[in-house]
């Protein structure tokens, strides 16, 4: 980081602090998220005024020691020795200056400075998109773990929940659905949830409830996952992932209890996504004739899923399966939706290519690898452009060639054969 760059960057931190002390409509989702965690913000969606910025402060957030002394040029700074805080002695001349040294980069991503500089003259800045772009609190890991403790703290009996369920923040969760490669069906999906959590209080007045209970079928590696955890980004949502047979091999008369606590935990945190994986275990559970404790398991699961909604009660119940056809009438009828992720086309399978190379360097006739690779899977695709990157670092290079893709293709089928061998 250089002498400028660590200037303006102490400098948009000391003006971050004043424009927020001086607008009290400005909160926690203004803060960029480096800001939050400078100003304390992490324990909580306040953040106590007026907020301080010390050398100290600088040197612990940033890492740039002794900060009054890279400013101590700028006439729009002061420096108290008690406390050793830096203040702004005039704001705007000190936004203005700001802006010559080239601060617009930060303004464009800050939204307390946009909501400043919105009102110059000398600059175009749109505060409502800046902060529209800004991740929002509610999104975070510090925001989620915070709910959890509370939560533990007011009803212990939801910690055994905690041990069953992997719980994932909008900001931990990787995928994007505009990553994705998704069919009509899918996206269209996608935009009723969205717009049902718009028009919650409209759908709930005119009791239309049987929304949000979506079943995803298909065969494994088509992306049910990956659109699950997709979803939970782009609305906002924190998702609670959990399997089935775990919850149902472990504990076995704690089992029922067990599942009744999950449902209470994704309530008390909605709006919350609750993600079933390997659905088709009930079946099997339902069926089998030496677990008693078992069925009653999944009948309690049964229950639960027919008294959560995400009209009322804000969750999302998404259950998938890579069995369709083994799940009886009263599991399947559960779900007001059942969306269909099958193995890619054709058109599919070069668009999922051309996703996962958009950032590499490498010469691929993404037509014929498309007809090549018929029968793999979105996961399949994935693992043979690894591989293929793999063979191509190995071989001291970055870009990939034609002999690193056939190297790849070779072994997504060998692990198929591999898979349906008989080995008794």
């Known amino acids: 980081m250089t002498g400028d760059s660590e200037n303006l960057r102490i400098m948009e931190i000391v003006l971050t602090a004043e424009i927020f002390n001086q607008n009290p409509a400005l909160d926690i989702n203004d803060l960029p998220p480096p800001c939050r965690e400078i100003f304390g913000a992490t324990g909580g969606a306040e953040v106590k005024r007026p907020v301080y910025v010390s050398d100290g402060l600088i040197k612990r957030s940033i890492s740039i020691a002794d900060a009054h002394q890279k400013l101590k040029e700028n006439p729009f700074i002061t420096y108290e020795e008690f406390g050793q805080r830096l203040k702004i002695t005039a704001l705007e001349p000190a936004a203005q200056w700001f802006l010559k040294q080239g601060g617009k980069p930060c303004i464009e991503k800050n939204p307390v400075l946009a909501f400043f500089y919105a009102n110059l003259d000398s600059t175009s800045v749109d505060y409502q998109k800046v902060r529209a772009a800004n991740p929002p609190y509610e999104d975070t890991k510090a925001h989620l773990d915070t709910r959890l403790s509370r939560l533990i703290g007011e009803d212990e009996k939801l910690r055994g929940a905690l041990d069953l369920v992997i719980i994932n923040a909008p900001e931990e969760v990787e995928q994007h659905i505009g990553d994705l490669i998704c069919t009509a069906e899918q996206l269209a999906t996608i935009e009723k949830i969205q717009q049902s959590l718009v028009h919650r209080d409209f759908l709930r007045r005119h009791r239309i409830y049987e929304i949000g209970k979506l079943l995803f079928v298909g065969p494994p590696g088509t992306g049910k996952t990956s659109m699950a955890l997709a979803m939970s980004r782009s609305m906002h949502m ?54 008693g404790a078992m069925k009653r398991a999944v009948n309690s699961l049964l229950k639960n899923i027919d008294k959560i909604n995400l009209i009322r009660n804000g969750v999302l119940l998404i259950g998938a399966t890579n069995h369709p056809q083994l799940l009886d009438e009263a599991a399947w009828r559960r779900f007001d939706e059942v969306i269909e992720f099958a193995l890619p086309d054709e058109k599919m399978r070069k668009e999922i290519l051309k996703t996962v190379t958009s950032t590499l360097r490498c010469s691929i006739d993404y037509e014929a690898l498309a007809k090549q690779t018929e029968g793999f899977s979105g996961a399949d695709l994935r693992m043979m452009i690894k591989e293929a990157i793999l063979s191509a670092l190995m071989d001291t290079r970055q870009n990939i060639e034609p002999a690193d893709i056939k190297k790849g293709i070779t072994m997504v089928q060998n692990r198929e054969k591999i898979r349906h061998q008989n080995w008794i």
């Open 238 to 291: 924190p998702i609670l992932e959990v399997r089935l047979s775990m919850i149902t091999s472990q504990y076995l008369g704690e089992t029922s209890k067990n599942i009744d606590r999950i449902f209470e935990l994704a309530k008390k945190l909605s709006p919350a996504i609750l993600f079933i994986d390997e659905f088709d275990f009930v079946a099997k559970s339902r069926t089998a004739d030496d677990h």
